[in-house]
């Protein structure tokens, strides 16, 4: 089970977060294009954690295998992934063919081999593979293109295989558009394609294929996990847990089979550890000798949206302690003052907790609902009363 790698999301502070949770579940950098990583200027690689993966972004095999050494030897990753499935303009629309990579490395089998081989000679850490089933330029999804069939699919996992040795292929089931759909599109106008994934597992019978795209839910995921008597290597997925992180609670159980920890998660024994987590980032980051009033409001913020979906299937949880986060935020980090005062980030996320209904931040995070179970028929009622004590705070402050 694999937290998929997402921009501006899957950094440090998230990972923390999803590690509170899951022992057990694979987690995933955000991409870092290998120039960012060999000048040590990527904001998402630290000391790793336990099973996570660093991946890369890039083409030229040569630095890509020097970024992978950073990545092995300096950081401490067991698994080096490299991107070959990203749609997004600022990747595979550049201009020089020579710098285009993410879903681009699929036009180019042995370019992509090439980098592969490359980086599994340079590492002992494993190297592995996500990509999609094919490329195509026609986002109408109605004409016939080379590049977007199976036996293209199989032709560019063949060759890289052969090539490098390459034995882990993280398959997102759709194909990629190139130009006319941004990348949240990508996600939604092509098909699924889980046939195509399980098709993989039967010609590559010594190959690992882990599934990526559509999975909304930990039970989804184990139903995928046990179809056509486990071929899947594993599950990953992405935007469920980015709006609704305490689905990973669910994850050791219900995916490894451990045992239900005790006492189980709530809302509020994460906030308190995550907020723990911020104190200690605070003094290693070097404190107030360290932060001046914007910088300090901007670390604080990211902290906050790295946890902002915590109360997430809640009526009145997820707006409220966003607002609360906001309010807070303007109130404790005013930039105009020339010597701000300090509260602990413990303290801060605290006070935000504290307006959310006790029902359900003690609620254990058990058999979590996707879609949010945790209803109340005044939850609308209760939600303006809160915005509006929130509203005040901020025109106070």
Known sequence: MSV???LDVTGPH?????????KRARLWTEMAHHDAVTRNASNTMRRAEALCTAQLGGSD???LAKAAVVCADEYGYDEVNLNCGCPSERVCGKGESEKCFGAAMMLDAELTAECARRMAEAVDAKITI???L????DKTMTKEEDTDCYDYVVDFVDKIKEASGVDHFIVHARCAVMGGLNPDANRKVPPLRYDEVFALCDDFAKTDFTLNGGVNSVTHAKELLDREGGKLAGVMMGRAFYKHPCLLADVDRLIFGEEQRVPPHTRRSVIREYGEYGDRAYAEKGGDD???AKSRKQWARKLFKSIDGITYGTSVGGRTFRKAADALLDTHYPLDAE???FVPFSAHIARCAEHIPSEFLDAPLVDVNPEGDLTRQDGKAVSEQITAQLTSLSVRA
Do not use: I, N
Request: glycine share 10%; proline share 14%; with cysteine.
């Open 4 to 6: 998929a790698p997402g």
């Open 14 to 22: 998230y990972r923390t977060l999803c590690r509170m949770m899951s």
């Open 61 to 63: 095999p040569g630095e």
């Open 130 to 132: 996500k990509h999609r």
């Open 134 to 137: 094919g490329v195509r330029y």
């Open 290 to 292: 360290f932060f001046d």
């Open 339 to 341: 010597t701000p005062p």
